[in-house]
């Protein structure tokens, strides 16, 4: 799978940097994160706008979700059929029926609204936890949990059991099956399986405990809007530290900064972040992980 | 005065194109006509935001105004005190209302939002004349006019009348007065007047006869959105030929097609509006043009 950041600002967009919005491409399906101003120009860079699934809004300052209605209409235009899925906290339903009417649009496809507070939700081959974060107005982070895997099928041990043909894919459907009276688990027949990747994204947030399925991740996109806790003033925002700090607690891999404030220079925040945390890069537009 | 081309795409926003906007530099301010998503980065390689003074919105299809809120905000998150004025058609109040509506905007400056059909609106050293066009919804062009400058004192002339200090500029405010029993005009002391600056702006539209005020117009800036007349379909567009026979019919001196269809390559419109008009230009974001 792989990471874009389409957009890595903070409050205010600049000249190298677009209002934040983070694109997943997972198997055939892409998943956005957030769709700040001007998300659909950048995607024309890096990503098929056809193929975002479903969209995840953190919260509703301007910077994080006023892209959605021009890429909306653009896929309509683009003659779209597939239902679109948007995802946010309260106040989605309100604040996106109010952004559909001010203006003429038509949408020719689906579009299904749901409000998340702390909630999984299934999908295939992955799920996505939504939980509550710091910032002033109903807001939310997200973890991308891909499905474990299991292993390969040992398949000399398979056939001592007597598996053969279709029996194969209905113990994966099942999970067990009876073979000559015997009960066989799925694991009794596969080799060790592998963890699905995680990926945790706070959204906007001063420091929170995250949620125990962010343990272990192999990417947390953290904001990092200040350098120094005095210049944090009343504003909900962390400081490259802080988010330093939440990887360290969830014992995350690699530590990805975004809503980078235009303030410092580049070399100063990475100084910091270094500081503080091994495995860390500072995100750009257009940036590309894979994973 | 200059104009800055800050979007010039059609519907979809390209690559090389960003959805409809346009700066004019005039004296001190900027005027801005139209305000698609991402004009707000555009400005920064051309225009201070904070010089912008007011809006004209000509209609509320998402390509021309979904980059007013983002641009709002900034303004604020820069701290403006100026109050912003926003001209819109019929609806631009509701519309407004709705989209900052849209998730939490405070604003720290005053919005003054009026809407017009056809009327003039006078400023300090031009007016905009607004008239309606034909778009399928409420759909406004502009037509900005410079104040005529009168033409420079003869001083010569004014000596022998027996002018003298601040006779000039009494004369000059009140039009006429009067010196030794005798009723001065200021035409009667001053040479040749220069007519002040006109450029008319079509926002979307089918062909329609432009208003008087338009004739002569330095600049037409008209939408070219169809090649062939069989494209056009039910939308309510038009070519290139129809917009060079609206430069014609007003007499303009110059012509600047803008919202391009990404569907046409610039050699094409060009060679088509080179057939039907002597002085035109396709419009490119970020190109500026001295008036």
Redesign the interface.
């Not at 005095?230 to 990805?256: F, M, P, Q, W």
């Given at each position: 799978m792989k990471l874009y950041f389409l957009g890595t600002a903070g409050?205010?967009?600049?000249?190298e940097r677009?209002?934040p919005c983070i694109a997943l491409a997972f198997r055939k399906d892409v998943i956005l994160f957030d769709c700040g101003?001007?998300s659909?120009?950048q995607m024309?860079?890096r990503i098929k706008q056809s193929k975002i699934k479903r969209i995840f809004i953190t919260h509703?300052?301007?910077?994080h979700?006023?892209?959605l209605?021009?890429l909306i209409?653009?896929m309509s235009?683009?003659d779209r059929k597939d239902p679109l899925e948007i995802y946010g906290p309260e106040g989605t339903i309100e604040?996106?029926s109010?952004?559909f009417?001010?203006?003429?649009?038509e949408i020719g496809y689906e579009l299904m609204i749901r409000e998340l507070k702390e909630d999984t939700l299934e999908f295939e081959g992955y799920s996505i936890k939504s939980f509550p974060v710091d910032h002033g107005?109903p807001s939310l982070g997200f973890i991308f949990m891909e499905d474990d895997r299991r292993g390969a099928f040992n398949t000399e041990k398979a056939k001592e059991i007597g598996l053969e043909g279709k029996m194969f894919s209905l113990l994966e459907e099942e999970g067990e099956l009876e073979v000559s009276g015997r009960i066989i688990k799925l694991g009794d027949v596969t080799g060790k399986g592998r963890h699905g990747v995680r990926i945790t994204y706070s959204g906007d947030t001063r420091p929170v405990k995250f949620p125990s399925e962010a343990k272990g991740s192999d990417v947390l996109i953290h904001e990092a809007t200040f350098l120094e806790d005095s210049e944090r003033k009343e504003t909900y925002h962390s400081t490259v530290k802080e988010a330093c700090e939440a990887a360290d607690a969830i014992g995350a891999v690699r530590l990805i900064l975004t809503h980078i404030n235009s303030r410092y220079a580049q070399s100063e925040i990475e100084a910091e972040a270094k500081r503080h945390f091994g495995n860390v890069a500072i995100a750009e537009d257009l940036m590309e992980v894979e994973i």
């Amino acid at each position: 799978m792989k990471l874009y950041f389409l957009g890595t600002a903070g409050s205010k967009p600049t000249l190298e940097r677009n209002p934040p919005c983070i694109a997943l491409a997972f198997r055939k399906d892409v998943i956005l994160f957030d769709c700040g101003e001007g998300s659909q120009r950048q995607m024309i860079k890096r990503i098929k706008q056809s193929k975002i699934k479903r969209i995840f809004i953190t919260h509703f300052h301007g910077d994080h979700y006023l892209g959605l209605p021009g890429l909306i209409m653009t896929m309509s235009l683009n003659d779209r059929k597939d239902p679109l899925e948007i995802y946010g906290p309260e106040g989605t339903i309100e604040f996106l029926s109010n952004l559909f009417r001010s203006g003429y649009m038509e949408i020719g496809y689906e579009l299904m609204i749901r409000e998340l507070k702390e909630d999984t939700l299934e999908f295939e081959g992955y799920s996505i936890k939504s939980f509550p974060v710091d910032h002033g107005v109903p807001s939310l982070g997200f973890i991308f949990m891909e499905d474990d895997r299991r292993g390969a099928f040992n398949t000399e041990k398979a056939k001592e059991i007597g598996l053969e043909g279709k029996m194969f894919s209905l113990l994966e459907e099942e999970g067990e099956l009876e073979v000559s009276g015997r009960i066989i688990k799925l694991g009794d027949v596969t080799g060790k399986g592998r963890h699905g990747v995680r990926i945790t994204y706070s959204g906007d947030t001063r420091p929170v405990k995250f949620p125990s399925e962010a343990k272990g991740s192999d990417v947390l996109i953290h904001e990092a809007t200040f350098l120094e806790d005095s210049e944090r003033k009343e504003t909900y925002h962390s400081t490259v530290k802080e988010a330093c700090e939440a990887a360290d607690a969830i014992g995350a891999v690699r530590l990805i900064l975004t809503h980078i404030n235009s303030r410092y220079a580049q070399s100063e925040i990475e100084a910091e972040a270094k500081r503080h945390f091994g495995n860390v890069a500072i995100a750009e537009d257009l940036m590309e992980v894979e994973i």
